[in-house]
């Protein structure tokens, strides 16, 4: 699978919410993380819209399974729209990958429109890829915003 | 609907009528009654530490700048030039000698007067002088924190604040040396719902269990948090979804109090003292090393044995003294609302102490949270559910009639799950809508 497929893949997962196949891209190590200013580097002293380690994002999953996941029942659907694909570093078995993305969402009556430099850092692995770290930046992240209950 | 009577009519011991969320007239009536009349938290000094330093914020409907006029004053000037009514100042926040108009080009200094006019002489010199900004009328600080009231006349600051100045202090006093800085961020997050939800939420200790059952679930089947030495980011958010799966008995036996102006606080409810100061981890002892060091033990020990949870300062703030975070309510229509969390660092702590802060803000009060996107979900269909007509009364009855009434002044609920602070808030917000 080459990185333009693979990033289709993981957009396809979450597109079809199949998020616990889309949990297993993760590496063991991996960060998710949606920060919440511009040019943000730090995600220790500053907050983030999500931060997540590995355990806290498979926390997000099981959450939307549960009966009682208000914000998730039901779960927004989206088109992820992933565009701009380069591979801006490779060294060894990892790549960094800067991608667009132009995710629409719907729920509840509330349709919304995301845009985000998306930058993925990606190990292979059988054939494959595994994210070790993806970072979203959303053109919005420091606006007023409704409350978040999807995966970008 | 204007009239006083009809207003008193919306507001009984026990209930509420669903007007007072849903109607639209009513919301124009009370932004200015209750937004123009009372004091307001705009925000913290830290924000604005140099002259010229400024940040913009709404109060009601007002756009103001808060700016440092000099080393002991500051100001809070209405956003909108004299001329044609522009904001003379970009949203958000830097530091200035002059507001320059975009559109014409009127500047005016920190104090807002005005300073320099281009094309003079098509005006008759005797009317520009005494055109400035709209300098909003009171503004107070109270132990760093900046309020401002729309109305020239009213309670002082002090006396508004009464018994709940005590929570401001704990705030505070926690810091060694009395010293916090705004930190780490801002978060913005917006609901359709009316801006009084959030403030009868904040106190709410019957609502975790229902409301965050999905957080709650998730984090207890989570691995366990590490030992001190072997702790992972996750901890934090883990303990504190944990900690909201408190059981009843434990929601009860914490106790809830009110105040006349329809300000309130809860008790603490965390028994996983990682959380909230437990002094066998290493962090705490040497915060508590440095608290004493400033303080003193005798007082270190009064500032930690005080244990509150949220405190509610009404009409737009809510903030809490263990992790250090402010909430500032923004009405924008009886349906819509945004709320500002800020995140507070203590100067002379251990920087552990403020990384905790920020894990907590994140898993707690983030746009993206685990745990405050199901707040948001259920404000929207409260406010769904209330557009409804057939049924007219919201009702708030819980520990109705055995309210206590305290010595300082404050009620005290009949447990910990007491409605006795939506009463006292609504109480309140009779006072400023029928006041004359």
Same mark, same amino acid.
């Given at each position: 699978m080459n990185v333009e497929q693979f990033l289709y893949h993981e957009a396809r997962l979450l597109d079809t919410h199949q998020l616990e196949a889309w949990l297993e891209l993760f590496t063991a190590d991996a960060v998710y993380w949606v920060p919440l200013e511009r040019e943000q580097r730090d995600a220790q002293h500053t907050s983030s819209l999500i931060y997540d380690d590995r355990t806290l994002l498979g926390l997000r999953v099981q959450q939307a399974c549960h009966p009682r996941a208000h914000a998730r029942l039901p779960l927004a659907r989206t088109v992820h729209q992933v565009s701009n694909v380069s591979i801006i570093e490779e060294a060894g078995d990892e790549l960094k990958v800067a991608s667009t993305l132009a995710l629409i969402e719907w729920r509840n009556e509330k349709q919304r429109l995301w845009g985000a430099l998306v930058e993925h850092r990606l190990r292979r692995a059988n054939g494959s890829f595994r994210i070790a770290h993806k970072r979203v930046e959303l053109v919005n992240s420091e606006g007023e915003l409704d409350g978040i209950a999807i995966l970008f | 609907m204007a009239a006083n009577e009809q207003l008193a009519m919306l507001v009984q011991p026990d209930r509420v009528h669903r007007a007072v969320y849903a109607?639209?007239?009513?919301?124009?009536?009370?932004?200015?009654?209750?937004?123009?009349?009372?004091?307001? &938290?705009?925000?913290?000094?830290?924000?604005?530490?140099?002259?010229?330093?400024?940040?913009?914020?709404?109060?009601?409907?007002?756009? &103001?700048?808060?700016?440092?006029?000099?080393?002991?004053?500051?100001?809070?000037?209405?956003?909108?030039?004299?001329?044609?009514?522009?904001?003379?100042?970009?949203?958000?926040?830097?530091?200035?000698?002059r507001f320059v108009c975009p559109y014409h080009g009127w500047s005016y200094d920190r104090s807002g007067a005005l300073r320099a006019v281009p094309v003079p002489g098509g005006y008759d010199k005797k009317k520009l002088e005494n055109i400035s900004l709209t300098p909003v009328p009171r503004v107070a600080v109270y132990r760093g924190f900046i309020f401002a009231s729309l109305a020239a006349g009213g309670p002082s600051l002090e006396e508004f604040l009464g018994p709940a100045r005590s929570s401001f202090d704990d705030l505070v006093d926690r810091a060694p040396g009395g010293e916090l800085e705004v930190a780490g961020g801002v978060f913005k997050h917006a609901y359709n719902g009316n801006w009084k939800l959030v403030l009868e939420n904040h106190l709410d200790g019957a609502h975790p269990l229902y409301v965050h059952a999905s957080s709650i679930a998730a984090a207890r089947g989570a691995p366990e948090p590490g030992a001190p030495g072997a702790e992972h980011y996750f901890d934090i958010a883990v303990r504190q979804m944990r900690q909201n799966g408190a059981p009843e008995a434990l929601w009860e036996s914490i106790g809830v109090w009110a105040t006349p102006r329809g300000h309130g606080w809860l008790g603490d409810y965390h028994t996983d003292k990682r959380l909230t100061g437990g002094e066998d981890h290493p962090v705490f002892k040497e915060y508590k090393k440095k608290l004493i060091q400033k303080a003193g033990q005798a007082e270190a020990e009064r500032i930690l044995a005080v244990t509150r949870w949220n405190t509610i300062i009404y009409p737009n703030c809510s903030f809490m003294s263990q992790f250090r975070q402010l909430r500032i309510i923004h009405p924008l229509a009886v349906d819509r609302s945004v709320i500002y969390t800020y995140s507070f660092r203590m100067k002379d702590a251990p920087e552990q102490m403020f990384r905790d802060t920020i894990a907590f803000a994140n898993v707690v009060n983030g746009t993206g949270s685990l745990v405050l996107a199901d707040d948001l979900e259920v404000y929207e269909r409260l406010q769904r559910g209330l557009a409804s007509g057939t049924a007219e009364w919201v009702y708030l009855g819980r520990g109705y009639g055995r309210d206590a009434d305290e010595a300082d002044g404050t009620r005290r609920g009949a447990s910990g799950t007491s409605e006795v602070f939506i009463r006292a808030q609504l109480q309140a917000w009779l006072g400023y809508m029928t006041q004359r």
């Open positions: - | 109607d639209a007239g009513v919301f124009d009536l009370e932004m200015e009654r209750i937004f123009g009349r009372a004091w307001l &938290v705009l925000g913290h000094a830290s924000q604005v530490p140099k002259p010229g330093d400024y940040f913009t914020t709404r109060m009601g409907r007002e756009p &103001v700048i808060v700016v440092r006029k000099d080393a002991d004053a500051i100001g809070v000037l209405v956003n909108r030039c004299a001329h044609r009514g522009a904001t003379v100042c970009a949203e958000g926040r830097g530091h200035v000698e």
